[in-house]
């Protein structure tokens, strides 16, 4: 299998997440992540997955990302030197609610115990 893909999905990944931490507004004590990637073999599209913290401001982080896909696709359109730049669609991450779950157990727990 060719690297191309796997690397094509790192260079956006990292490209999107200086993207999204430096020309994006988000509400205050809103962590957003760009957790990965995914082009299509032929580079026409780029799934990006997106976790926010706290979990509950996912849904309107996606509405402030997809209301600036354009803006975040034009600046990525720039900084990439390939001749094929895949058009991207930003997608909750669901596998990071199973980890913040978790989290909450944790946090639970903590406070049983003291």
Do not use: C, W
């Not at 994006?24 to 957003?32: D, M, Q, R, S, Y």
């Not at 990637?37 to 706290?54: G, H, M, R, T």
Request: no cysteine.
């Amino acid at each position: 299998m060719s690297k191309r893909i796997p690397r094509v999905n790192q260079l956006i990944k990292k490209e999107l997440s200086q993207i999204v931490l430096k020309e994006i507004e988000f509400p205050k004590g809103v962590l957003v992540t760009v957790t990965r990637v995914e082009a299509s073999l032929d580079l026409n599209q780029a799934k990006v997955f997106i976790s926010s913290l706290p979990e509950s401001h996912t849904e309107r982080v996606l509405s402030i990302l997809n209301r600036q896909i354009y803006f975040i696709q034009q600046k990525l359109n720039k900084r990439l030197k390939m001749k094929f730049i895949p058009k991207i669609e930003f997608r909750e991450e669901k596998k990071t609610r199973e980890a913040g779950e978790v989290e909450g157990i944790l946090e639970r727990l903590k406070k049983d115990s003291t």
